[in-house]
């Protein structure tokens, strides 16, 4: 019976992860957190107890009996890109816990959040710390664009915007390039001597050398989106300079994209993970004018999305999927629209 099939999904973050439990009619039995599962990170045996322990925890919760074993388990993982290093984390799972799942999907955390919003597949944009992006064919072909970390890429992300602020300001102060339009940079460097407790430039060296941190480095952009509300001009640029570098990256994606995507309504689904999105009112003009002013052939709508649910929510579709299973579901619950925009028709919504 569909009833008594039990799937589950991870969301695997490097701070949080988080599984949730259905049954194979799409009823959610229970959802809980534990701490990060990037096995990059922590090495595959650690990584492997910490996923056990939430299969357990979770099994406790739904008040399933405890020798339960789950039919698919899909992990969405930070740091799972490699099916090499995947297969040996499996393996490890299914040798060392062989009585939780009957058999384990594992991917990287940018596959998942499609799977919430769209069976056929689509387009995910994470801006948060870093950057990245991945399209899904419907059928399983993938595009990627970034993801390369801060040294290689990272455009759009909060380190980027953060780390671009400051170089505008050093190279302002050096007469190398000015600012922008002459924009004025004392709102940003107020902000940056508040935020990092510094004097001079030669201060914050230390923050972005000796003790560099990239999440350290990121806190600077709420900051800034802060003073881009209030209408500091050089604020409010380095927020649409961020907009078209994630134009960009859809753009780039768009060229691999099946026209079955392209063709839905609303056009090519882009869901969008990362706080820097909750800055898109600042970001929108310079997203639109990426869009407008250098156009892809490819790319002539899409809807931005956002997600009303749990990732994992999405990791437990592709479990059910993976063993041929058609877990009843509504994927328009799981997301709103906050941007649509057709280049065939005049204005966008």
Not at 27 to 33: G, I, Q
Not at 117 to 126: F, P, Q, R, Y
Not at 193 to 209: A, F
Not at 311 to 323: F, N, P, R, T, W
């Amino acid at each position: 019976m569909p009833a008594d099939l039990i799937f589950g999904g991870v969301e695997g973050g490097a701070t949080v992860s988080t599984i949730i439990l259905f049954n194979g009619q799409g009823e959610p039995l229970a959802e809980c957190s534990g701490p990060g599962t990037n096995y990059w990170i922590l090495g595959k045996e650690e990584t492997c107890r910490r996923i056990a322990d939430l299969i357990g925890e979770v099994i406790k919760i739904a008040n399933l009996p405890s020798n339960t074993k789950i039919e698919c388990m899909c992990l969405s993982l930070s740091g799972a890109e490699e099916k090499s290093a995947n297969e040996a984390l499996r393996q490890v799972l299914l040798d060392k816990y062989p009585g939780l799942c009957e058999k384990y999907v594992i991917c990287s955390d940018a596959v998942a959040p499609i799977a919430v919003a769209h069976e056929d597949g689509g387009v995910v944009l994470i801006a948060g710390t870093g950057s990245n992006s991945l399209l899904i064919n419907p059928d399983g072909s993938k595009v990627r664009c970034g993801g390369w970390g801060h040294i290689l890429g990272d455009e759009g992300s909060a380190y980027w915007i953060s780390q671009k602020a400051i170089k505008v300001y050093y190279d302002d102060v050096d007469q190398l390039s000015l600012a922008p339009n002459g924009f004025s940079t004392q709102v940003v460097w107020e902000t940056i001597k508040s935020l990092y407790q510094v004097e001079n430039r030669l201060d914050l060296l230390k923050h972005l050398y000796k003790e560099m941190q990239k999440s350290h480095i990121a806190k600077l952009c709420k900051e800034l989106a802060e003073k881009a509300q209030e209408g500091d001009p050089l604020c409010k640029w380095l927020f649409e300079e961020a907009g078209k570098e994630l134009a960009k990256h859809v753009q780039a994606v768009s060229k691999g994209a099946d026209k079955k995507l392209l063709s839905l309504p609303g056009g090519l689904p882009v869901v969008c993970v990362g706080s820097v999105w909750k800055s898109w009112s600042l970001m929108k003009a310079g997203f639109m004018r990426q869009i407008r002013e250098h156009p892809v052939p490819t790319l002539q709508e899409a809807s931005l999305i956002a997600l009303k649910t749990n990732v994992a929510k999405g990791a437990a579709y592709i479990a059910a999927k993976a063993v041929g299973h058609s877990m009843p579901r509504d994927h328009t619950q799981n997301y709103r629209v906050f941007f649509h925009f057709d280049l065939n028709e005049e204005g966008d919504a």
